[in-house]
């Protein structure tokens, strides 16, 4: 029997966590609510959260403050909830680890549909326009990719923690080794949508993932950049 999905919500404004408190167990989810960065790191040792909904407009501690101590608990997904003119904001959260992020106002469905994408993803469901490789390991350029246990080991064979997000994206990436793909190709099986003219997710998830690989942004070996066109993997790929 599948747990039922724990959520801990984290925004100061008291409607918006009992909209979405009451909200998503209607949906047959469990919530935690915290008012704000103080309050979360208080509720988070009582529980085993499988996703956090973070807005980055909190008093006292910010959003990026709860997102960079989240990361450093371990690889729990989180949505970010951000405003339209936090562009700047909304890019470093991505670079913390976030998985994905929804600008206020939203529609509770669409962030329903949003955690619901990236639970899957963080369980090795699928749902994202990948699919899972009957390999039992891939392997690239040195790394090696075990796709039954979701993690990354380098060339010495020491494991790398991925969040959820950057695990997608590799694994898109390998599945589609030597193919240019661009941005708007890689938004849409990531996230299911296009990405907008200033969406600079991919970009920023690339990066994460390049020094990841260590592979120098500079002057990358492993993924590349193709000018006007998007991004490619290059190396052989082997499985087995």
């Given at each position: 029997?599948?747990?039922?999905?724990?959520?801990?919500?984290?925004?100061?404004?008291?409607e918006?966590?009992d909209?979405?408190?009451?909200?998503l167990?209607?949906?047959?989810m469990?919530v935690?609510?915290?008012?704000?960065?103080?309050?979360a790191?208080?509720l988070?040792?009582?529980?085993?959260?499988?996703?956090?909904v973070?807005?980055?407009?909190?008093p006292g501690?910010s959003?990026?403050?709860?997102?960079?101590w989240?990361?450093?608990?371990?690889?729990?997904?989180i949505?970010?909830?951000?405003?339209?003119?936090?562009e700047t904001?909304?890019i470093?959260?991505?670079?913390?680890?976030a998985d994905?992020?929804?600008?206020k106002p939203?529609?509770?469905?669409?962030?329903?549909?949003?955690?619901?994408a990236?639970l899957?993803?963080?369980?090795?469901?699928?749902?994202s326009?990948?699919?899972?490789?009957?390999?039992?390991?891939i392997r690239?350029?040195?790394?090696q990719?075990?796709?039954?246990?979701?993690?990354?080991?380098?060339p010495?064979?020491?494991?790398v923690?991925?969040?959820?997000?950057?695990y997608?994206?590799?694994?898109v990436?390998?599945e589609?080794?030597?193919?240019?793909?661009?941005?708007?190709m890689?938004?849409?099986?990531?996230?299911?949508?296009?990405?907008?003219p200033?969406?600079?997710?991919?970009?920023?998830?690339?990066?994460?993932?390049?020094?990841?690989?260590?592979d120098d942004?500079r002057?990358?070996?492993l993924i590349?950049t193709?000018?006007?066109?998007?991004?490619?993997?290059?190396?052989?790929?082997e499985k087995?």
């Amino acid at each position: 029997m599948e747990p039922v999905p724990h959520i801990m919500v984290v925004d100061d404004d008291r409607e918006i966590r009992d909209l979405l408190s009451k909200f998503l167990e209607r949906q047959g989810m469990r919530v935690t609510a915290a008012r704000d960065a103080k309050e979360a790191r208080k509720l988070w040792p009582l529980g085993r959260y499988h996703l956090v909904v973070l807005d980055l407009m909190l008093p006292g501690e910010s959003g990026l403050d709860v997102a960079r101590w989240i990361r450093g608990q371990g690889d729990t997904p989180i949505v970010m909830l951000t405003a339209m003119a936090e562009e700047t904001d909304r890019i470093v959260g991505l670079e913390l680890g976030a998985d994905d992020y929804l600008g206020k106002p939203f529609n509770p469905r669409e962030l329903l549909a949003r955690i619901r994408a990236v639970l899957r993803r963080a369980s090795g469901e699928g749902g994202s326009g990948v699919k899972e490789p009957p390999a039992k390991v891939i392997r690239f350029g040195g790394w090696q990719l075990e796709p039954s246990r979701r993690r990354l080991l380098n060339p010495d064979g020491v494991e790398v923690p991925l969040t959820g997000g950057e695990y997608e994206l590799l694994q898109v990436m390998v599945e589609r080794a030597n193919r240019v793909l661009t941005r708007d190709m890689l938004m849409d099986l990531l996230r299911g949508r296009q990405a907008g003219p200033f969406d600079r997710a991919i970009d920023v998830a690339v990066s994460r993932l390049r020094r990841k690989l260590e592979d120098d942004g500079r002057n990358p070996s492993l993924i590349k950049t193709v000018r006007g066109g998007g991004y490619v993997l290059a190396a052989t790929v082997e499985k087995g």
